[in-house]
Nanobody
Framework: QLQASGGGLVQPGGSLRLSCAAS????????MGWYRQAPGKQRELVAAITSGGSTNYADSVKGRFTISRDNAKNTVYLQMNSLKPEDTAVYFCNADGLSIGGRPFASWGQGTQVTVSS
């Protein structure tokens, strides 16, 4: 289970930090990531991070967003700076790995709304 938090309303140029904590019978987590979906658009990858800390960003957020994770807490973060109105979307976290017992899992969080508007 993934629980996302940290969304809200912010003015253009502002910052927000999203958090997503994984819980349950988790043995290990491989990749974690953030996706977003704006009204009328497809869900798109924003940023991803491997268990070793390698990161990947959408071109539209490079230099403004930073993804990080705390493996001890099974938590992934997304620091969003210099926000633009086009960043407005519902943001979803995602994680995949192995559960206790060895079964693979891939889970989505419930989504958190980010609105950038003056």
């Amino acid at each position: 289970q993934l629980q996302a938090s940290g969304g809200g309303l912010v003015q253009p140029g502002g910052s927000l930090r999203l958090s997503c904590a994984a819980s349950g019978s988790i043995f290990s987590i491989n990749d974690m990531g953030w996706y977003r979906q704006a009204p009328g658009k497809q869900r798109e990858l924003v940023a991803a991070i491997t268990s070793g800390g390698s990161t990947n960003y959408a071109d539209s957020v490079k230099g403004r967003f930073t993804i990080s994770r705390d493996n001890a807490k099974n938590t992934v973060y997304l620091q969003m700076n210099s926000l633009k109105p086009e960043d407005t979307a519902v943001y979803f976290c995602n994680a995949d790995g192995l559960s206790i017992g060895g079964r693979p899992f891939a889970s989505w969080g419930q989504g958190t709304q980010v609105t950038v508007s003056s």
